[in-house]
């Protein structure tokens, strides 16, 4: 079985949850697509939801093919989101951002009443911390962001030539080790103008893990 049919087993498990009259958060990325064409594809047989998107590009594949995406700037709390993920291990700790959509995906994710990650089998790991750390920064504080993050053990490399659809830039993290996720989203949290990070420790339900054409559910407690 290849990735991408990995990639599509797991959208299909997890858009099976979505319900008649769910407002529904649409992630970004790779495997995040798979969900919203598995989702146009029940909308276009008769299902009834709306959605908020969290990213431009994902928005439009979604009013592309039918779903009606509501701004979320209006919608205060959602029903169900469902969402890649760069890395995420039996906890259901999470890395994501590498498609620049971490912050509207982490305001959007803590919105749902639940969270869905879905991923190929390569995302799973026994414990976070080998892929890239994305953080969402302010352009007006780059240096000291950057300097600030490297002060807490990253490597550093600022995306060129990109910015997210918030207009601010993204800084890849490469930490050698992450013997303390928690107390590394404080900190990153902690800096005036990291205004996001892709760590995700307390957001995911559930996941729906596709490797070799066998879809793996992990569910929170």
């Known amino acids: 079985m290849s990735v991408e049919n990995d990639k599509r087993l797991a959208a299909a498990a997890a858009v099976d949850e979505v319900r008649d009259g769910m407002i529904v958060g649409l992630g970004t990325g790779s495997t995040a697509a798979f969900a919203i064409a598995a989702l146009v594809a029940r909308v276009r047989a008769g299902l009834a939801i709306e959605a908020?998107?969290?990213?431009?590009?994902s928005a439009a594949a979604a009013c592309a093919g039918g779903i009606a995406?509501?701004?979320?700037?209006?919608?205060?709390?959602?029903?169900?989101?469902?969402?890649?993920?760069?890395?995420?291990?039996?906890?259901?700790?999470?890395?994501?951002?590498?498609?620049?959509?971490?912050?509207?995906?982490?305001?959007?994710?803590?919105?749902?009443?639940?969270?869905i990650v879905i991923a190929d089998g390569s995302k799973r790991a026994p414990a976070i911390g080998a892929?890239?750390?994305?953080?969402?920064?302010l352009p007006f504080a780059r240096a000291f962001v950057v300097a600030r993050l490297e002060q807490l053990g990253a490597a550093v490399t600022v995306r060129e030539g990109y910015l997210t659809d918030n207009g601010n830039l993204v800084a890849d993290c490469?930490?050698?080790?992450?013997?303390?996720?928690?107390?590394?989203?404080?900190?990153?949290?902690?800096?005036?103008?990291?205004?996001?990070?892709?760590?995700?420790?307390?957001?995911?339900?559930?996941?729906?893990?596709?490797?070799?054409?066998?879809?793996?559910?992990?569910?929170?407690?």
Do not use: C, N
């Open 131 to 137: 892929a890239k750390l994305p953080v969402e920064v």
């Open 52 to 57: 908020v998107a969290t990213s431009e590009a």
């Open 174 to 221: 490469r930490f050698a080790a992450m013997p303390d996720a928690r107390a590394l989203a404080a900190a990153i949290a902690a800096i005036p103008g990291a205004l996001g990070h892709g760590l995700f420790l307390d957001e995911v339900d559930a996941a729906y893990v596709a490797d070799g054409g066998v879809v793996t559910r992990l569910e929170r407690g």
């Open 69 to 115: 995406v509501r701004d979320f700037a209006d919608v205060a709390q959602i029903d169900l989101a469902i969402d890649g993920a760069d890395e995420i291990d039996d906890r259901l700790w999470a890395i994501k951002g590498a498609g620049g959509a971490m912050l509207r995906e982490k305001a959007v994710a803590a919105a749902a009443r639940r969270m």
